[in-house]
C-alpha cells in the first residue's frame, strides 16, 4: 500500500582502496553518505527510509542520515560473504591480505598465493569476519533499528528480510514510530554491549559517536571503556578467532548471542525497535544456541572476561587512544619505537626485515587531518601477521585499524601528529608502554626533552601539497577521532 523509490548514493570498497592513497577516502565517504541521503530525502520530502547497506563505511553513513531526519525508517543490513576454501581451509579477504607477508617470509610460494587469492572471495557479501561491517550490522540490530537476524544472515539468504520489510516500514509509518524513539541511550548501550561481546572492530567507536552526535546525544570514550569492563569477549571469531559471521548464522544468528546477552543481564530488554515491540519481546521466542557449538562462549566461560577495545590515555595521547587487545597477545607491550611518516614505508621496512621483535611500529601523520582521511592499517597489519611477528611487534598511529587487523593495536591517537601531537614527536628507540590493564599509552621521556622537541617540530610539507579538493574539505572540517570525526554541526530534527 506504499509507494517506494529508490535512490542510491556513493560507495568505497576497502578491499580495493586499502594500501593506496585511496584509502584516505574510506572515511570522508561515511560523510558523503549520510549527506547525500539526507539531501535525496529532505529534496524530495520522502515520509521514511529503508536503508540498504552493505560495507563498513555505508553502515554508519545511513545510520548518521537516518538520525538527522528521524522519520520512520529502517536498515537492511546487505549480508555477509559465505567463505572461500583453500587446500580444505577456508579463507576469507584476511587470509588474502595476509598471504603477502606469507610469502615474503617464504612460508608459501607465489603460486599457493595466487591460488589462495582466486579462492578468498567467492561471492558477494561483506567481509566475512567480525571486521567492521559485521561489527557495524550487529550494533544496528542490537540498538534496534534491524529486524532480528538482519546482521546474521547471509547476502544470498536476504530474500525472507526483503520481504518482511514491506509490512513493518508500513506499520512504523502508520504508528509514527521514529528513530529518535528507538536509538535512545539505553540502546547505544546495548549496540556496545554487543560489540565487545562479538570482538568487534575499533571502527565502531569513531561510527557510533558520530551517530551520537547526529542524534546530539553525549556519548564518550569513557562510555566505551565502562562497557568493556564489564562486557566478556564470548565470541571465536576471525580475525583473531577462528569462526566468520556464516558459523554465527548456523548456530543460532545474532539474537540467540544476544538471547544469551540479556538472559545474563548485560542487555537492556525494554528498549523499543522497528519491529515496534521490545528488544527482550523479540528475543523471547528465538531458540537458543547450540548444544556443543564453539562459536560464542557461555558468559560464564568467557574467551576474555573483559572487552578487547580498552580505552588508553596518558603523554602519547591526552585526549585518547583505542586499543585493539584480545589477551592473545598479553594486555601491556613496552617496548623502543620504529618510526614511520609514511605506511609505505614502514611496509618497506617490514619487507627488508628492518622491524624486530619486540618493536612498537609507529605510523603517524595518519589520521583525520595529517592523511588527511584516516586510513586503515590492514596492509601494515596483515603482512606483520603472514610474517609471523602478529605477537612480537605493537603497531601504533593516528590513523585507524581495520576489523580485519589483530595483534597487539593501538590507533584513534589524539591529539594526532599532524595537529601537534606528541606522536610527530617520538623518534626511534624511543620507549614506549601500551598498557590495556591500566589505560595507559606513554613514552619515556622527560618534560625537558618534550619541550625542546616540541620547540622544533614542524609538520612535514609534503603533507601540504596537492590534497585533493574533498580530502581537503574534510581535512578543514572535521573533528577528532575522539569525537567520531565529524564534519557537520548539531542540527534540530525535521519537524
Known amino acids: 500500500g506504499e509507494l517506494a523509490l529508490r535512490f542510491n548514493t556513493c560507495g568505497v570498497s576497502d578491499a580495493m582502496s586499502m594500501g593506496t592513497p585511496g584509502m584516505r577516502y574510506s572515511l570522508p565517504s561515511r560523510e558523503v553518505i549520510a549527506d547525500s541521503v539526507e539531501m535525496v530525502m529532505q529534496a524530495q520530502c520522502y515520509d521514511g527510509l529503508v536503508a540498504v547497506p552493505g560495507c563498513d563505511k555505508n553502515l554508519p553513513g545511513c545510520l548518521i542520515a537516518i538520525a538527522r531526519l528521524n522519520r520512520p525508517a529502517l536498515v537492511v543490513y546487505g549480508g555477509t560473504i559465505k567463505p572461500g576454501v583453500h587446500l580444505n581451509q577456508r579463507v576469507d579477504v584476511i587470509s588474502a591480505f595476509q598471504s603477502y607477508g606469507e610469502l615474503i617470509a617464504g612460508r608459501i610460494s607465489a603460486a599457493e598465493r595466487r591460488d589462495l587469492l582466486h579462492q578468498a572471495c567467492p561471492g558477494v557479501g561483506a567481509c566475512g569476519g567480525m571486521y567492521t561491517a559485521n561489527t557495524m550490522a550487529c550494533a544496528i540490530e542490537a540498538m534496534g533499528m534491524a529486524l532480528p537476524y538482519s546482521a546474521s544472515t547471509p547476502a544470498l539468504e536476504k530474500a525472507a528480510e526483503c520481504h518482511a520489510v514491506g509490512p513493518v516500514i508500513q506499520h512504523l509509518l502508520a ?277 625542546a622537541r616540541r620547540q622544533s617540530w614542524c609538520a612535514p610539507a609534503a603533507l601540504d601539497h596537492e590534497v585533493p579538493a574533498l580530502l581537503d574539505k574534510f581535512r578543514h572540517s572535521v573533528t577528532t577521532a575522539s569525537t567520531g570525526c565529524v564534519t557537520s554541526g548539531l542540527r534540530p530534527a525535521p519537524e
Open 175 to 451: 504508528r509514527d514510530i521514529c528513530p529518535r524513539q528507538i536509538m535512545t541511550r539505553a540502546a547505544f548501550d546495548n549496540a556496545i554491549t554487543v560489540v565487545m561481546a562479538m570482538g568487534g572492530s575499533t571502527n565502531a567507536v569513531i561510527h557510533l559517536l558520530a551517530v551520537a552526535h547526529a542524534l546530539d546525544m553525549p556519548l564518550s570514550l569513557d562510555d566505551f571503556q565502562a562497557i568493556s569492563a564489564r562486557v566478556p569477549v564470548l565470541a571465536d571469531l576471525k580475525p583473531s578467532g577462528r569462526y566468520l559471521m556464516q558459523d554465527v548464522h548456523d548456530v543460532g544468528g545474532l539474537p540467540a548471542v544476544m538471547k544469551r546477552l540479556l538472559e545474563a543481564g548485560l542487555l537492556d530488554g525494554e528498549c523499543l525497535t522497528v519491529t515496534g515491540t521490545s528488544l527482550a519481546d523479540n528475543l523471547r521466542n528465538v531458540a537458543p544456541l547450540g548444544e556443543g557449538q564453539q562459536v560464542i562462549a557461555e558468559v560464564s566461560a568467557p574467551l576474555q572476561a573483559r572487552g578487547h577495545i580498552r580505552i588508553l590515555r596518558g603523554n602519547l595521547a591526552e585526549a585518547g587512544a583505542v586499543g585493539k587487545i584480545t589477551g592473545k597477545e598479553g594486555t601491556c607491550f613496552v617496548g623502543p619505537a620504529r618510526v614511520f611518516d609514511h605506511e609505505e614505508d614502514a611496509l618497506q621496512a617490514i619487507e627488508q626485515g628492518r622491524v624486530n621483535r619486540g618493536d612498537v611500529l609507529v605510523i603517524r601523520y595518519a589520521g583525520p587531518l595529517g592523511a588527511p582521511g584516516m586510513p586503515e592499517m590492514l596492509g601494515i597489519t596483515a603482512t606483520l601477521a603472514g610474517a609471523g611477528l602478529t605477537e612480537h611487534v605493537a603497531v601504533l598511529t593516528d590513523g585507524r585499524f581495520s576489523g580485519g587487523s589483530h595483534g597487539f593495536l593501538v590507533g584513534h591517537v589524539v591529539p594526532e601528529a599532524y595537529a601537534g601531537g606528541m606522536l610527530g614527536l617520538l623518534q626511534d628507540d624511543d620507549r614506549v608502554t601500551l598498557d590495556g590493564d591500566q589505560g595507559v599509552i606513554s613514552v619515556a621521556l622527560s618534560d625537558a626533552e618534550i619541550a
